[in-house]
């Protein structure tokens, strides 16, 4: 915990060994801290009944460091960190407080590679970050190092969504073409991803975004441009041969579950007698869960039979993808970071008349009326929204960037928010906030210079929902409450563990102007007639 501390910060007693592990507890990762500017103090609990409050990030919200964080704030903070020869990871902005309270501190986060910056040096590299914000006249911003690492994440016609009082909702939602697709390249199946949004061009011809990192080793990192078809094809697999098996255990553990309950029916119903008032409610469980137990086996029997063979999931194959690289606009300042890869779907492979578009699977696991709470927790918000009653959230339009730095939707307090969703591979449907501040990451290459770029920040919802994404979600699209797609998952910055802390994703706007700059005119409106 902290108390207050009457040394002044450039006297700040050394950060002890306790304190760099357990300052951060309750965040995702747990990062180790290096160095921190501000007063004060943390100490740790002592007595009976004696525990360490669990902290947790949060969006900043509209702040007098908004107006001059990208041109010249950020700069100078890189600048100075490359000076001192910090290798620095990422630069994040967040408030950081403790769960419950109202309070939180606003904070500049900057990552650096473990077991690279000393305690010492890394105050002293604080204080002189912290002297930038006082001369650009920001004094309630402080700044903290923690340690941190950046990952870049690694058949038959497709189904049909059904209905979520349908017992196989669930089980069909990796096989239809609703967005959050698990895939891989043919060539390297073990290195799994999720496809992010659909794009179609002025002839109808649909692809899917993804990441380029998911389907080409970094090594390969140069232009890929098939313009040639008797080319040979880089295949693009729907479910990996693991996420192939892991569905069809899925299937058998839900198929054990239901022969549990009808055991367990069946007893009671045995036992009970004509006259049990229960009888007729027990009688109608034992039939839905017969009736699905059906429902999943044969599901599994058409599985193993038209699915198994890998060549059956051939989804479509590479059309596009540029080499991983980060531009540089006029003035010199990073841009976002060009890592995507244009997938041409095989047209036997999507039935049109089942095909609705770009739409995401709000899924079984949030109930309606919860999931509009949490995605619209300002009554003043909700008037306009309607819960799909398919589940199919319909994707219609773009999140812009002046929206993306200032949201335009309201907090449960009123405060201006940016609240956004995924559905990818890892962990399925999941929710968060995405930050008003750009993130800047160090992208290192034993084969070039360290090269800055620009990230799309998106946090965890709150702790009690965990992570927003884990490796396996890269390429995963990330859109808002209103259904408007924002950005493509890209990767995440995390401490001790492997668990994501930040998650970092770029602009769809950007990547849509790159295809187009590259002869594609495509859009994420797709004509469902065609």
Not at 436 to 454: C, G, I, K, M, W
Not at 477 to 505: K, M, N, V
Request: aromatic content about 10%; proline content about 7%; charged content about 25%.
């Amino acid at each position: 915990m902290s108390s207050a501390d009457t040394s002044t910060p450039a006297h700040r007693p050394p950060i002890s060994d306790i304190e760099a592990q357990l300052y951060y507890v309750g965040l995702p990762s747990r990062p180790i801290l290096v160095a921190r500017t501000g007063y004060d103090r943390w100490e740790m609990p002592t007595g009976p009944g004696a525990w360490l409050p669990h902290k947790e990030l949060r969006t900043v919200g509209i702040h007098k460091l908004n107006e001059v964080w990208e041109e010249r704030v950020a700069p100078a903070i890189h600048n100075t960190l490359e000076s001192n020869r910090v290798e620095w990871t990422s630069t994040d902005v967040a408030r950081i407080g403790y769960v419950g309270e109202s309070a939180a501190t606003i904070v500049i986060w900057i990552g650096v590679k473990p077991g690279t910056l000393s305690r010492d040096y890394g105050h002293t590299v604080a204080l002189q970050c912290k002297e930038i914000l006082t001369t650009a006249g920001i004094h309630d911003v402080e700044v903290e190092i923690r340690e941190s690492i950046v990952t870049r994440y690694v058949g038959p016609p497709l189904e049909k969504s059904v209905h979520s009082y349908n017992p196989m909702a669930d089980m069909l939602e990796p096989m239809t073409p609703t967005l959050g697709l698990f895939i891989s390249n043919a060539r390297t199946p073990e290195r799994q991803g999720t496809g992010g949004f659909y794009v179609t061009d002025e002839k109808c011809q649909l692809y899917l975004i993804t990441a380029r990192h998911v389907l080409f080793l970094r090594k390969n990192n140069t232009m890929y441009n098939r313009t040639n078809t008797s080319s040979p094809r880089v295949d693009i697999l729907l479910l990996g041969p693991s996420a192939f098996e892991q569905h069809l255990e899925t299937i058998v553990q839900s198929i054990l579950d239901k022969r549990m309950i009808v055991g367990y029916q069946e007893k009671w119903i045995a036992e009970s007698g004509e006259t049990w008032p229960g009888r007729p409610d027990a009688q109608r469980v034992l039939t839905k869960a017969n009736e699905a137990i059906a429902a999943f086996q044969k599901h599994y029997d058409y599985l193993v039979k038209h699915w198994s063979d890998r060549r059956n999931r051939i989804l479509g194959f590479v059309r596009f993808a540029p080499p991983i690289a980060v531009d540089v606009d006029e003035q010199g300042e990073p841009g976002y970071t060009k890592d995507y890869a244009l997938i041409q779907i095989d047209r036997e492979k999507i039935v049109r008349s089942d095909f609705i578009g770009n739409a995401i699977d709000l899924g079984t696991e949030i109930p309606p009326e919860h999931f509009t709470r949490l995605m619209f927790p300002n009554s003043r918000n909700r008037h306009n929204f309607q819960y799909p009653q398919d589940r199919l959230l319909k994707i219609r339009g773009l999140i812009s960037e002046e929206e993306m730095r200032r949201p335009k939707m309201l907090d449960k307090d009123g405060y201006p928010c940016l609240l956004v969703m995924k559905r990818g591979f890892s962990t399925g449907l999941t929710l968060g906030r995405a930050n008003e501040f750009v993130s800047y990451v160090q992208n290192y290459d034993p084969d070039a210079p360290p090269e800055t770029s620009r990230e799309w920040a998106i946090y965890s919802y709150d702790r009690k929902f965990g992570p927003f994404s884990d490796k396996g979600d890269s390429g995963s699209g990330i859109f808002d409450c209103l259904g408007r797609l924002g950005g493509l998952l890209t990767a995440g910055s995390h401490g001790q563990t492997c668990s994501i802390d930040i998650t970092y994703a770029t602009p769809a706007s950007y990547i849509l102007e790159s295809l187009r700059a590259h002869g594609f005119n495509v859009t994420i409106e797709i004509p469902l007639s065609a």
